[in-house]
């Protein structure tokens, strides 16, 4: 828009995932505005999107809106209106327009070999949802996924944008190695994970024991699996990792001399989320297809 300013522009939305209208407000508008923050902006303007069935009560409607203003409102945005049609199904979610420097930009590439990766919330509430859909999640694993899901990426972002961040993503509907592979084709490079160090939801690693898997998973693997090594990992594991997520944490890419204060000021920050240092950035072997290692 000028040489200081340049527009970020996004849209999401979905059906609902949780049984509570307030609370499915809240993980659709984080869900949303969570672009912004992804590439190194902040939100500043948002329009509701909604769809709701005339055989739903309109207090129904009134909490779903209700969750997405407060949390709009928590993000430092305006919330200017938005539009409504009928709908078989409920729909909700938001169209954000928010400010970066050009200069300022988080791209989704640019990995630099020896570059430390950090993701900052856990792996695995597409497969929790399941569980939930099954009645078979725990109160523990329930309580978890709504926390993390309806938390925002506004703290991530402003820890991590006075260092040096060669690329960053956030890890939403393709899965952690999804959206990883992305990442990594694009720059040219190996990512090298750690499945040890990965953090994931509680019992979310029983539940894909379980075969306890989302369709999208399976989808997310056809996809993305041509640029993935998994060597001996087992199988349910590789299950969490292409786990779609519903309003996932950032996957950031920083200057190795400077990975260790970026998780003392993750660690300072106090996230409802748990962050960690997953892996790192190596030259890519050019005699294979190989993008991501598991390790």
Known sequence: MTDDIAMIQTVDFFTPIVDDPYMFGQIAAANSLSDVWAMGGEPKVALNIVGFPNCLDPSILGEILKGGADKVMEAGAVLVGGHTIQDDEPKYGLCVSGF??????????????????????????????????????????????????????????????????????????????????????????????????????????????????????????????????????PEHYVDLLYDPQTSGGLLISVAPEQADAVMEDFEKKGLDTRVAMIGEVSEKDQEDNTFIRLV
């Open 100 to 233: 970066v420097h050009p200069k300022k930009i988080f791209k989704n590439y640019g990995c630099r070999p020896g570059d430390k990766l950090i993701l900052t919330k856990q792996i695995g509430n597409g497969i929790v949802n399941t569980a939930i859909k099954a009645e078979m999640a725990s109160e523990r694993a329930i309580k978890e996924a709504e926390t993390v899901m309806s938390s925002l990426n506004k703290k991530a972002k402003e820890v991590v944008e006075k260092y040096d961040v060669s690329a960053c993503t956030d890890v939403t509907g393709f899965g952690l190695l999804g959206h990883g592979a992305e990442m990594a084709t694009a720059s040219g490079v190996c990512l090298n994970l750690d499945v040890r160090k990965i953090p994931y939801f509680a019992d979310a690693v029983e539940y894909a024991k379980m075969g306890l898997i989302p369709a999208g998973a399976y989808k997310n693997r056809g996809h993305s699996g041509q640029y993935v090594d998994i060597g001996s990992t």
